[in-house]
């Protein structure tokens, strides 16, 4: 991890990342172009519009509406997919997120969380880090077993729960099939954005919240700078029957030279598996039978493969250095578990993509979630980093609204902006950073992969660090 | 370095005023009778209403005096509640409190004043500039009937006004003044026994001098040349033992700094260049 370290503070993962991608504004006037001029007086108003009823959209409604400075303001949240019916089964869902510390404080402060824990969730306490390259591994969490690192939960039970409590609040109106024709931003503070649906009616607000996700309307009508590439690369998700019960409390990730495969605990018999590999190999495991897709899956938590003379040597030396500076080493690995079937027909891939929008804010305009940024889920942070911008957006507008500050005031928006890309922006690198260096199978990069690895497992204070960001702790400071 | 950091926020500039207008307000400035009103200083005034369109252009001339503003409302807001004022609703922190806002300007301050819940009279000399807060603040519905611009100077406002406010905010005001004592004299008496008077300011040091007219006017060009007169600057203490000759006791003095970077303002203990006053008039048993 040092070399690792080092490599961005010489921004070379910068440079790395930034000589593939595709940069463009996009064109916003496709929405706008038609000269299309309203009178401010046959529109609905709000304080504020959230576009985006998803996980962060639906979150943030309720969470603007349950802070006491916020409770005044007439909330739109407007979602384009059909109103969510939630019904329990006993068939775990194959879409699963892993929650941190952070996101659960503010389910808990939004009253979510009791939903949540009367349903069904796991516990992850430890989560074991290991390269099929090499004898790398990482163990986080090992000496504090009592400490809960994350929180596995389907994302349809999440969804449910915030808008169970999002019933009860009477200011905030939500509309769903609302197809947006037409939006128009503000230019000054003393503007209103403007909406226009399809079906004619209009809507205004002092802030428009853009939550509508990686094809955001609200950002390409921004005309802000998006950065993308795509891994191409799918990640396969599915819901596995463990060979045998087992406390099921760690979460597992080996990095294979196609890609990283993770298992997260649902049950002492149930994970949920997210397996990166390239578009290619991942359409074919979509088609081979459920058996001949778990074989793979074995295969892949197991299979040895050849070292490299190099990266044994190279691990040898480091492993005399940290003795002489006695730092601990060896770590006890824990055997993972074997895969006995899938659920039927959990199986499904989604594509791959970074993206990364260069503002997230301007005058009484902002974006959160995967609006805003979108990462390859090897770190599980996607969805944290879009609650993560909740908890901080809440914070700031309420801050303006007791500064008797607009809604749409950049003072209190650019705040947001620049605490959140200080958080997000290193997060976002970092993943996209070890996703590339454990692509590959060339001796340098495991030899790079393997120190990194083994150096974060022996200094206690780096792997506390990479805890506590993964977690969310040292976000907002 | 810190010197570069103080700033005065209003300017005085010329230059993108049309002519007739600038020959309507020395007319203006030579009607009025400076004996008769001798808070203001007549120039200032010309300089301040020529600003009059840019004044909400919060990225304009005056974004320093924009950014100052989270500052002073906490500095309202906290100082209120130490004297024992409790918030009853939380997103109107104010509510119930008068408060009268002397040199009010385009109402950069009296605006996020009124929506936090106070009914706010904000007075200034300036016409121009009593319009043009007028205008801007219809355009916030939410504002509605919390604002009471008036075009009028203190010493004429005081003698009919006495006794009518809980709270009186002069901001970046005092160092333009040339008559301090009866400026706070009129200030205090139209306030109620046991109400707060709030006032941010520049020093009367070396530093303020090196970093409010060496470096921000002629150095960092953050104002125009001429914005400030170092000789009507004040001191805390000579500040202090103004406020306490009209009865007022001082609770707190800040001070600030300003970050001409990233337009931003920091609190800080050093009052050497600008600072803020707390001080509440006391009650008449006392
Ligand atoms: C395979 C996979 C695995 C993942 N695993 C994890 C994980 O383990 N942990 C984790 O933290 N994250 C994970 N993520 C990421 C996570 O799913 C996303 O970060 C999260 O869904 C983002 O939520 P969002 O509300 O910002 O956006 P979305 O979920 O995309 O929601 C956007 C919403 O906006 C609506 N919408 C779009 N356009 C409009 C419009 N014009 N008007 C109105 N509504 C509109 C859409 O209908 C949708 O409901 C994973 C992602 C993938 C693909």
Known sequence: MA???????????????????????????????????ISAKNHENYDIIITGGGMVGTTLACALANNRKLECKKILLLESGRQFEYKFEEKYSNRVVALN??????????????????TRYCTVQKMQVWDACS????????????????????????????????????????????????????????????????DGTKYKAKLLIGADGVNSLVRQTMGTQYVKWDYNQMAIVATLKLSEPTENIVAWQRFLPAGPIALLPLTNCLSSLVWSLPTTEAKRLLKVSEEEFVDDINNALWKVYPKDGIVESGMRALQQLLEGLSLQTGVIKQLQPSVSAI??????????QFGHSVSYVQTGTVLVGDAAHRVHPLAGQGVNLGFGDVTVLVQLLAEAVVNGAPLGDMTYLRKYETLRQRYNVPMMFTIDALHRLYKGTAAPIVLARSLGLQLTNAIPVIKKALIEHASGQIGNR | MRTIKSLSLRPMSTGFTLRNRLSEQIQEITKCDPPKKPTVDPATVEHHSKLSNKWWNVNGELRALHALNPLRVQFVRDGLANVGFKVECPYLPLKGIKILDVGCGGGVLSEPLARIGADVTGIDASSELITAAKEHAALDPSLDGKLNYIETVIEDYAPDNKETFNVIVASE???????????????????????SIFLTTL????????????????????????????????????????????????????????????????????????????????????
């Not at chain 1, 039927?344 to 594509?351: C, H, T």
């Not at chain 2, 960092?220 to 400030?228: D, I």
């Open chain 1, 101 to 118: 510390q952070q996101t659960r404080t503010l389910f808990s402060s939004i009253g979510a969380w009791q939903h949540i824990k009367a």
């Open chain 1, 135 to 198: 004898d790398a591994m990482i163990v986080f969490n090992e000496d504090y077993l009592t400490k809960e690192i994350a929180y596995i939960v389907e994302n349809d039970l999440l969804l449910h729960a915030v808008n169970k409590q999002l019933t009860d609040k009477e200011n905030v109106n939500v509309i769903y099939n609302s197809k947006i024709e037409n939006i128009k931003l503000p230019k000054t503070l003393e503007e209103n954005a403007q909406i226009q649906l399809q």
């Open chain 1, 3 to 37: 070399t690792f370290m080092k490599m961005v503070a010489n921004g070379d993962i910068l440079s790395i990342a930034l000589k593939k991608y595709k940069c463009f504004i996009p064109n916003g006037s496709i929405l706008v172009s038609r000269d299309y001029s």
């Open chain 1, 343 to 352: 659920i039927e027909g959990s199986r499904a891939a989604f594509p791959l």
């Open chain 2, 203 to 286: 020093n009367k040091t070396l530093p303020s001098w090196l970093g409010g007219i060496i470096a921000a006017e002629n150095v960092l060009k953050l104002v125009p040349k001429g914005t400030h007169d170092w000789n009507k600057f004040i001191t805390p203490a000579e500040m202090q033992s103004l406020l306490e000759t009209y009865g007022c006791k001082t609770k707190l003095i800040h001070g600030m700094f300003y970050n001409p970077l990233r337009n931003e303002w920091f609190w800080m203990t050093s009052t050497a260049i600008n600072y803020a006053l707390h001080a509440v008039k006391r009650k008449r048993q006392e």
């Open chain 2, 173 to 195: 005001v005092i160092e333009h003044v040339n008559d301090k004592e009866l400026f706070l004299k009129c200030c205090i008496s139209t306030m109620k026994p046991g109400g």
